[in-house]
């Protein structure tokens, strides 16, 4: 087996922990993709990417994902939100289309619906926080509402002001009626508040270098005495200034969309590769700087590009088609270091492998399979630590670490590298106590004949 090793590749601890996360929008409105299996092992092998949002639950694309340690959101259709506010139904629906895929695959999130409040449709707008209530009921029946939380992503269009930043509000009705019951479901479940800002859909020629991070001389608000330098800021401090009013400022607030097109209209200004790729590039620097925005300074935020790949049946202008990172042979549109082999040190990356301490340091402790712990078990323990970030791809074929090739040699570096990562506590080796923490270095055991029992 060789030397025994902790891998804290990008789905080490601090990244499973990090606001300031880079992932994607993979949409599926082609006809020329890629296989789901090839595309998630491309993410996975290839880039930096280490979120993935979905905008259905198809069973491929979750398949594709298992056993990556990608995180995973999913999205509820629109249409279907006032089923879900059946309880019945929801209950099946989770049995369905989420739990046949956990642990293995990593699904964090689940989304009911996209922009449903600019819709201005009644019966969707009436029937969303019910159904993300019954959704969350449903998920602490099947113990997975630890995991999964349940949010849904707006557009700027629910604020009736936006500028300047520290005048964001709410549209009248929708404030209260709406958004503070869904504010405090957030708040009592720990899930974030998700929104789509676009600075491409609001810019103009003269404001052109303002939303693509260039230098400009900024847009001043005259309430608070603050400079702001990019429209990103600017829409993400309005929604700051409404959950303010509402006093809902301690809510974490994720960018589920957002992007720039790499070709449009002819004559179009702004739209072309170079532009899309500054704005992409200092994106990713920005949110996962630490800087913050004018109101929320020191902050990340996690950030979910569109999108993965041009769509070539996506209906409306040419450029609804082309915010793709990648084209369908999952070829760059354009470089914004979002390739490994590329990635700045700016942004998340892959950092070199770590081993865990040599084998005569003092007080070490591994954790591995009790004897005689059924293997159906162990394999469940394999699936829900790589489900939780452990890399796993030693284990793989191919991989320094796949043989022995026995579910108990798996299992053993699968739960060792999950107890290490989580900071060795006793309880992080339970397992359904199938674990046992023992003083003896694995690397001097073949850990496939050798059981151990807690020391």
Known sequence: MGRFKLKLSRFDLNLIKAEGSIGVNYGTVANNLPPPSQVAQFLLDSTIINRVRLYNTNPDLLQAFAHTGIAITVTIPNDQIPHLTNLNFTQQWLKTNISPHVPATNIVRILIGNEVISTANKLLIGSLVPAMQTLHTALVGESLDCRIKVSTPHSLGILSTS????????????DTHVLKPLLSFLRATGSPFMINPYPFFGSSDATLNYA??????GVFDEMTKLTYTNMLDGQLDAIFSALKLLDFTDLEIVIAETGWPSKGELGQVGVDAESAAEYNEKLM?????????????NRTFETYIFALFNENQKPGPACERNFGLFEPDMTPVYNIGILRHTAKSTFPSHPAPVVVASPKAEGKKWCLPKSGANEEILQGNIDYACGMGVDCRPIKEGGECFYPNTVRGHAAYSMNAYYQVMGSHDYDCDFKQTGAITTTNPIESRIDNTPFDER
Do not use: D
């Not at 693509?212 to 001389?217: A, E, G, I, Q, V």
């Not at 620097?285 to 300074?297: D, K, Q």
């Open 285 to 297: 620097g920005h949110v996962n700087s630490g800087s913050g925005t004018p109101l929320m300074p």
């Open 212 to 217: 693509l991070f260039r230098p400009n001389h």
């Open 163 to 174: 500028s300047p930043p520290s005048a964001g509000k709410f549209r009248p009705g929708y």
